[in-house]
């Protein structure tokens, strides 16, 4: 089933622990609420939660809740007395961390996307002036600005550390991130892009040097963990069809990158991103994504799924655990920075 993401998003475990109550008795509870006649504390699907998938033939549903759900059901026990008064306070804080992690996501996609001319100089991680700007997904013009102001502060950027101009281009440091960061984030109208500006200088320091450790695979790297998955899966993990016995005559199996190559490519060469698809699956999906060209990530193809093969209730659970193991591995390279570089 597809579903907004930028409205349902809260998993139904991580609301129980808020909660302080057992998973099961969450599930007791949404079936209690979802039956009651009073519209003042009744809730509904697709208002309050969406149903990602079944465990068991469709025998227990696993929600996504909004914010609205998570408040619902908090207040709820509150007013039955079952759970102690700091619930609402918890699922407040609940709600903190979820939108602190999608901004974190937004920064963190922008990086991986913008980061081609990162280098290291005297020490330092460098980013030019242009990728810095998309990073903070605004004008150059603005971010010149911003520079400016700055300068004029009590703290302005020093230059070779903070930024400076190599082979004719202008570039800066994480340091000289960080002094944008703050600056955008106390002066821009839009508090949402106040919000995102502010989480640059949390984010972009290990996802940068993540980027500058991990070495970019060469193409036969790509296609040797191309060829493995494929004989690993034998068939298309989303339709289930197989190969054609001669030749691949009449079903072609591709090699599809859940995170694509192009802009994920330390990952390019890794099995797990990697999914055995038809290829008119994978060409559908493309179009669907916006054409070949576009950058995409296993979010963009688990929303896919979803919502051209909603019945495909294992297939989904299946993308959703091999996303938990590419942010694990991401996890995982950067534990290996240098301490005091994390």
Known sequence: MSFNRRVFYIEEISLAEALGIEHRELDEIVDFLQKETDEDIRITESLHFVVQGYINRQQYPIRIFSREGALAVANYLDLQGKTTKFSIKRVVELLEKYRIIRIDG?????IYRHSSSLVLRNERHWLSREDVARIFATSTSRLDKAFQDIQRSDSPMRI?????DFDYASFFSLSGLAKLSTELSLRLRSKERRDYCKRVKEVAPPVVKILALSPSPSQQDIDRAVRYAKNRDEFCQITGVTRDKYENRLIKLVGHHLYDK???RFLA???DNILTIAEYV???FHQWNGGNDKTCTIDDFIEYVEQKYSQKHEVILML???RRILMLKLTQLQRRLPEGQQ
């Not at 937004?106 to 922008?110: D, I, S």
């Open 106 to 110: 937004k920064v963190r996609r922008a």
């Open 160 to 164: 070779n550390e903070d930024f400076g």
């Open 262 to 264: 192009n802009t994920y």
């Open 269 to 271: 060469d890794q099995p």
């Open 282 to 284: 994978s060409e559908d």
């Open 320 to 322: 959703h655990n091999r």
